[in-house]
């Protein structure tokens, strides 16, 4: 009998772990709507039509370009798509967002700006503005006359965003507040109207301010030489005795702190968004080169070492698609829900963001190393040519490492995606100490030996996803019992126990999109989704044995090492599959679409 809680589809966030869920009630990308298509394919259209053709001139910052593009695309709709309609936006859904921003993923430097622009730019002012700040600068933002720019990182403080140094004074007569200090990596920074700032104010209160690029004390830095994302202006912000009306206080003075760990939650998000859509384009590129590159009198896409690699890298993006959208569909019926019950709809996106924060926090780290993984291979696929710059996987590969730093790096990402799970267990909103204790008496008891049914494409997937469920509960439960108060200073252990979280929900996400593929089309139209899921799972149970193996060995001996031991061996099992055949299967239908087509 499964130790986890019963069976509920109403998931709450980070409940993945301890519940079931429906494949039916799971939102997968093949349920877009017309009109969701329409704006997807337009979309993908300017990136294509306009973009595309002039990315060497973008890396180049030749002026005005990103800036007329950013007219242009504010034309289409698109930089306001998310900004209500009473503000002058589109007022787009959650799910009709993330289409935007998968095709937007494909657009470089250029992606860059519209995502610094439309999120971390805009959203500040739109779940922390006043009425008046919102009337003020919500129709600006989205309709290109106002560019937006965030100011938060500091030359001593990046990670550690509290620690900000930057200061604001209230003037003797009270109409203002005086800024100095100094900002680093602003994106859009070169041709902002519009600071989102950050300061404390007397030193002490971190505080967000909406200040006006033009105000007097304000200078800016070069442009910084990057390796990757040439085409985005990042330069230093300089503030010298700035004045900023009191009004232009953002939220409450000293929640500075929740405006910036709020909208992260989003821009997580976001970022693993755009980086499933530049994984389907990287792939899509070393998949026509590989048959187009004819070595030895054959096309390279013939020989096996190449099938592996494409199969791998769409095998990660189908994986990364699945997740994506079973959380967009997460946080759509979380809005869905708060509204009906008369939460307004800006604050009830807020408030599903923050709900799902730990699943935001996965897909920024999956995404982004899914990313770097498929550009990496793309190159290797190229072979010599990869690493011209005439050839555009060069720009790939050098575009796609900044997404591991960007919305706090992949490693402070994966600490507090457990130390999240941990603090909502600890204030009673998760129960993940009942099912864990279940798992540690469950090791003492004998093993369940019962076969699935035969007729189930999954059973053994599904049941091997349940115990490797207890395979995290009993070394996560085990970790919190030997370091209490002290585990966040474990970062190791709690480094291992992310990367089992995020394998998990990544194979449960694939098993739940194809099961919801099979119930529509049938077994035997998805026969190369059920080669995806089952060889991604297979895979995926071997990494997760070795991050529990590597986390239990690290704080137990003598009899609990080898009862553990044994438990992460009895809870990562699986039947084996046959995995290079299944590679094969899918390059074959790679290499005969010419493109990624799952």
């Known amino acids: 009998m499964s130790t986890l809680t019963e069976k509920k589809t109403d998931l709450k966030g980070g409940e993945f772990l301890i519940k079931e869920s429906n494949a039916a009630d799971t939102y997968i990308?093949?349920?877009?709507?017309?009109e969701q298509s329409m704006i997807a394919?337009?979309?993908?259209?300017?990136?294509?039509?306009?973009?595309?053709?002039?990315?060497?001139?973008?890396?180049?910052?030749?002026?005005?370009?990103?800036?007329?593009?950013?007219?242009?695309?504010a034309e289409l709709g698109l930089l306001g798509a998310a900004i209500p309609e009473e503000y002058g936006g589109m007022g787009v859904d959650f799910a009709t967002d993330t289409f935007i921003n998968i095709e937007m993923g494909k657009g470089h430097s250029f992606s860059a700006a519209y995502a610094a622009h439309t999120g971390i730019g805009t959203l500040p002012i739109l779940y922390f503005g006043t009425e008046e700040q919102k009337k003020k600068y919500l129709p600006g933002l989205g309709d290109s006359s106002i560019k937006a720019s965030y100011c938060l990182t500091e030359p001593g403080s990046g990670s550690d965003a509290l620690g900000a140094k930057t200061k604001a004074v209230l003037s003797e007569d009270g109409k203002h507040y005086i800024i100095n200090g100094q900002k680093m990596w602003i994106t859009n920074a070169g041709f902002a109207d519009l600071f989102t700032v950050f300061a404390k104010i007397d030193g002490e209160k971190f505080t967000g301010f909406i200040?006006?690029?033009?105000?007097?004390?304000?200078?800016?830095?070069?442009?910084?030489?990057?390796?990757?994302?040439?085409?985005?202006?990042?330069?230093?912000?300089?503030?010298?005795?700035?004045?900023?009306?009191?009004?232009?206080?953002?939220?409450?003075?000293?929640?500075?702190?929740?405006?910036?760990?709020?909208?992260?939650?989003?821009?997580?998000?976001?970022?693993?968004?755009?980086?499933?859509?530049?994984?389907?384009?990287?792939?899509?590129?070393?998949?026509?080169?590989?048959?187009?590159?004819?070595?030895?009198?054959?096309?390279?896409?013939?020989?096996?070492?190449?099938?592996?690699?494409?199969?791998?890298?769409?095998?990660?993006?189908?994986?990364?698609?699945?997740?994506?959208f079973r959380t967009a569909g997460l946080i759509q019926d979380y809005i869905d829900a708060a509204v009906a019950k008369g939460v307004d709809k800006?604050?009830?996106?807020?408030?599903?963001?923050?709900?799902?924060?730990?699943?935001?926090?996965?897909?920024?780290?999956?995404g982004s190393e899914v990313l770097d993984y498929v550009v990496d291979e793309a190159v290797q696929v190229f072979g010599g040519t990869g690493f011209s710059e005439e050839y555009p996987v060069a720009r790939a590969y050098r575009d796609s490492r900044i997404n591991r730093i960007f919305?706090?790096?992949?490693?402070?990402?994966?600490?507090?995606?457990?130390?999240?799970?941990?603090?909502?267990?600890?204030?009673?909103?998760?129960?993940?100490?009942?099912?864990?204790?279940?798992?540690?008496?469950?090791?003492?008891?004998?093993?369940?030996?019962?076969?699935?049914?035969?007729?189930?494409?999954?059973?053994?997937?599904?049941?091997?996803?349940?115990?490797?469920?207890?395979?995290?509960?009993?070394?996560?439960?085990?970790?919190?019992?030997?370091?209490?108060?002290?585990?966040?200073?474990e970062q190791e252990v709690m480094m291992d126990i992310a990367d089992m979280?995020?394998?998990?929900?990544?194979?449960?996400?694939?098993?739940?999109?194809?099961?919801k593929l099979i119930s529509i089309r049938g077994a035997e139209a998805c026969a190369l989704q059920i080669d995806i899921t089952k060889t991604y799972i297979s895979d995926s149970l071997e990494r997760i044995n070795l991050s529990g193996k590597h986390a239990i060995v690290s704080?137990?001996?003598?009899?609990?090492?080898?009862?553990?031991?044994?438990?992460?061996?009895?809870?990562?099992?699986?039947?084996?599959?046959?995995?290079?055949?299944?590679?094969?299967?899918?390059?074959?239908?790679?290499?005969?679409?010419?493109?990624?087509?799952?």
Request: aromatic residues 6%.
């Open 41 to 73: 394919q337009s979309t993908s259209d300017f990136i294509a039509n306009r973009v595309h053709p002039v990315i060497k001139e973008i890396d180049k910052q030749q002026p005005g370009l990103v800036i007329g593009l950013l007219h242009e695309i």
């Open 555 to 598: 704080f137990n001996d003598g009899d609990m090492l080898r009862i553990m031991l044994m438990g992460i061996k009895r809870f990562t099992k699986l039947d084996p599959f046959n995995t290079v055949a299944a590679r094969r299967r899918i390059a074959d239908k790679l290499i005969e679409e010419g493109q990624y087509c799952f």
């Open 211 to 324: 200040i006006d690029a033009k105000t007097e004390g304000i200078s800016l830095g070069a442009e910084e030489d990057k390796l990757g994302i040439k085409g985005s202006s990042t330069r230093q912000v300089f503030f010298n005795n700035v004045k900023v009306p009191v009004e232009n206080v953002l939220g409450e003075i000293g929640k500075g702190h929740k405006i910036a760990f709020n909208v992260l939650n989003i821009g997580r998000y976001k970022l693993g968004v755009l980086a499933l859509g530049g994984a389907k384009e990287t792939t899509t590129t070393a998949i026509k080169y590989a048959n187009e590159r004819i070595q030895f009198n054959v096309p390279i896409s013939s020989f096996g070492a190449i099938k592996h690699k494409l199969a791998e890298m769409a095998i990660k993006t189908y994986a990364t698609d699945a997740a994506t």
């Open 29 to 34: 990308k093949e349920q877009i709507t017309e």
């Open 501 to 515: 979280l995020i394998e998990l929900f990544v194979c449960e996400s694939t098993l739940l999109k194809t099961e």
């Open 407 to 489: 919305e706090g790096t992949n490693e402070i990402n994966r600490l507090l995606s457990v130390g999240m799970l941990v603090k909502k267990a600890m204030k009673g909103e998760l129960d993940l100490f009942t099912p864990a204790m279940a798992v540690q008496k469950e090791l003492m008891s004998v093993p369940d030996f019962s076969t699935p049914d035969a007729d189930d494409v999954f059973g053994n997937e599904r049941k091997a996803l349940l115990n490797a469920k207890k395979a995290i509960l009993m070394t996560a439960g085990a970790a919190v019992q030997k370091f209490m108060q002290n585990l966040e200073k």
């Open 346 to 366: 800006v604050q009830a996106k807020l408030q599903a963001a923050e709900e799902f924060s730990v699943e935001c926090a996965i897909l920024k780290v999956f």
